[in-house]
Nanobody, 123 residues
Framework: VQLQASGGGLVQARDSLRLSCTASERTFSYYNMGWFRQAPGKEREFVAAIRYSGGRTYYSDSVKGRFTISRDNTKNTVFLQMNSLKPEDTAVYYC?????????????????WGQGTLVTVSS
């Protein structure tokens, strides 16, 4: 499955932003989806994940309570709603797909990746 992420941009601290990731195939509904991010000079890190049915979600401690992952299988799209953004959230955000999903927090668990969308949060 091919993934296309969008929705990044430049915002101020405490603003909100919603990222989208659209898949090329109708088989999207069989994939568990994740969002990762990579800040300049840092390793890629897990942000959030959602099971293929949408029944379970997972978050990193750094975004829990501020970010919400969701999906619309009728539109082959997964979303990341980001609220109360902080400068430390600045990064390139990547969506990824996995089927099956073993460890949702590990990037190696995911087989398909989008191209990334840049989020910049100014103070």
């Amino acid at each position: 499955v091919q993934l296309q992420a969008s929705g990044g941009g430049l915002v101020q601290a405490r603003d909100s932003l919603r990222l989208s990731c659209t898949a090329s195939e109708r088989t999207f509904s069989y994939y568990n989806m994740g969002w990762f991010r990579q800040a300049p000079g840092k390793e890629r890190e897990f942000v959030a994940a959602i099971r293929y049915s949408g029944g379970r979600t997972y978050y990193s401690d750094s975004v829990k309570g501020r970010f919400t992952i969701s999906r619309d299988n009728t539109k082959n799209t997964v979303f990341l709603q980001m609220n109360s953004l902080k400068p430390e959230d600045t990064a390139v955000y990547y969506c990824a797909a996995a089927s099956p999903l073993r460890d949702y927090s590990l990037s190696v668990s995911y087989t398909n990746w989008g191209q990334g969308t840049l989020v910049t949060v100014s103070s």
